[in-house]
């Protein structure tokens, strides 16, 4: 068992039509703290995405960490059984944290507000619910959470870029114009069928098509 520290949690894939959600958990102590900082580790938000791929490895290799990965077609069987978002984010948000705690000696989470708190306290097992939970707004301050944050998008755009790969075909972020469009471009070359294993299928996107 490490030193008593603290757990971060965060999410990405949620935005976005094509590729899965990744979940990511990272658990730190004091003695992190000033490795993090000089990293310049901050909300994967506010770093390109070459940051965030050359950030994530040293962030690997200095914390325990537990990464989620929800593919589309997984994703889409548990969406249409659950048909609600925040219950699937606080399934993942669950599993990373009891994941962590298995190894980790901690009495403190701290995630980002997605929904109402009990679903994620409700989705934890018996470890997690021993733990202090704090969910709240911007929570990405938190170098934990921030760390988590990198992790979990480093994931899902390699996720993406493999999923791109796999199609022969680009896969852009988002859920714009350019994301219909491509979306287009593939259900005319490779027919519908397609999207259930790239795509997250409850989007607008999806009915626009």
């Known amino acids: 068992m490490t030193q008593a520290g603290w757990i971060g949690t965060d999410e990405s894939g949620k935005g976005d039509y ?3 959600l990744v979940v990511a ?3 730190i102590d004091e003695k992190l703290l ?3 900082k000089s990293l310049g580790v901050k909300d994967s938000k ?3 995405d070459r940051a965030v791929l050359e ?3 040293p962030i690997r290799s200095l914390c325990p960490y537990s990464i989620v990965v929800i593919g589309p077609e997984k994703y889409n069987d548990l969406y249409e059984k659950i048909k609600n978002l925040n219950r699937l984010l606080a399934w993942g948000h669950a599993r990373v944290i009891e994941n962590l705690l298995e190894k980790n000696l901690c009495q403190r989470v701290v995630t980002d507000q997605f929904g109402d708190e009990r679903l994620v306290l409700d989705a934890l097992l018996k470890k997690g619910r021993e733990v202090k939970l704090e969910q709240r707004h911007k929570a990405e301050d938190d170098p934990a959470v921030a760390a988590a944050s990198i992790l979990a998008r480093a994931e899902f ?3 993406l870029k493999q999923l791109s790969s796999k199609i022969g075909i680009p896969l852009p972020k988002g859920a714009s114009q350019l994301v219909e469009a491509a979306a287009r471009q593939i259900v005319e070359k490779k027919g519908s069928k397609i999207l259930k294993e790239i795509a997250k299928l409850h989007f607008k996107t999806t009915a626009k098509l």
């Open 18 to 20: 094509f590729g899965p």
């Open 25 to 27: 958990g990272v658990y």
């Open 34 to 36: 000033p490795r993090l």
């Open 46 to 48: 506010r770093l390109s």
């Open 55 to 57: 950030m994530s490895e």
């Open 157 to 159: 755009l390699l996720r």
